[in-house]
C-alpha cells in the first residue's frame, strides 16, 4: 500500500566527495554533503561533514549534521549507496534509529556484495564488521530494471519508491542526491562531476 508523500516533502540526500590515494594528505579525509529540499523543487540548506577515507565515521558524521541541524521537519534521509570514501560503510540501522528517520538507498547498479567482501577481507582487519552492516542492509527492490534500486529501513518499500519519484526531476537520480554529488564533487575537485 502506498502511503500518500507530499510533492513538498522535506529529505536530505548525502554523497561524498571525490579523493585520491596520490598522496596522505588527499587519501584521509572527503568531504561527505546533505542537501535539504522540499521534494524536487527547493534547496533549503546544505549539511557538510569531513569523513574519513577507508574510515568508520560515515554514520556518525550523517548523525551528527542532522540531529545538530536547524532543519526539524525532516521526513526522509536519502543515501546514495551505504559505502562512501571508499569503504567507511554506513550503519543503516544506527542512522535509523539515532535520527528517528527513514532510510532510502539509492543506487544505479546492483552491488557485487561477493566482490566487496573479497575486498574488504583483503585489505582490513575490521572486514568482518563491516561485512555485517553490508549483510544486515535491507533487500534490494528493482525501480527501474537493471538501472535503479533502492533500500529502504523505516517505511514500505512502495512508499521508499514514491518518495524517490517525487523527488527526482530529471534523469533517474533524486534531486538531493544529484544536488549533494555535484557540491561534494565541486569542493574536492574545484568543479562539479557529473553524478
Known sequence: MIRKVKPQIRVVGFD???????????????ILIGVVMKGSQEVVGVLSRWITVDGNDATDAMIDAVNSSRFKDLRVIMLKGITYAGFNVVDLERLHSET?????????????????????????????????????????????????????????ADTAAEIVRVTTKTGLIPEPLRLAHMIASAVMRGESTRE
Request: charged fraction near 30%.
Open 100 to 156: 528517528g528517520l527513514p532510510v532510502v538507498v539509492v543506487v544505479r547498479k546492483r552491488p557485487d556484495l561477493a566482490a566487496m567482501e573479497g575486498a574488504l577481507r583483503k585489505h582490513f582487519t575490521d572486514a568482518e564488521g563491516r561485512i555485517g552492516l553490508l549483510r544486515k542492509a535491507p533487500s534490494l527492490v528493482e525501480l527501474v530494471p537493471e538501472r535503479l534500486y533502492i533500500q529502504a529501513l523505516g517505511l514500505e
Open 16 to 30: 561524498d566527495g571525490t579523493f585520491s590515494f596520490s598522496s596522505k594528505l588527499e587519501r584521509e579525509k572527503t
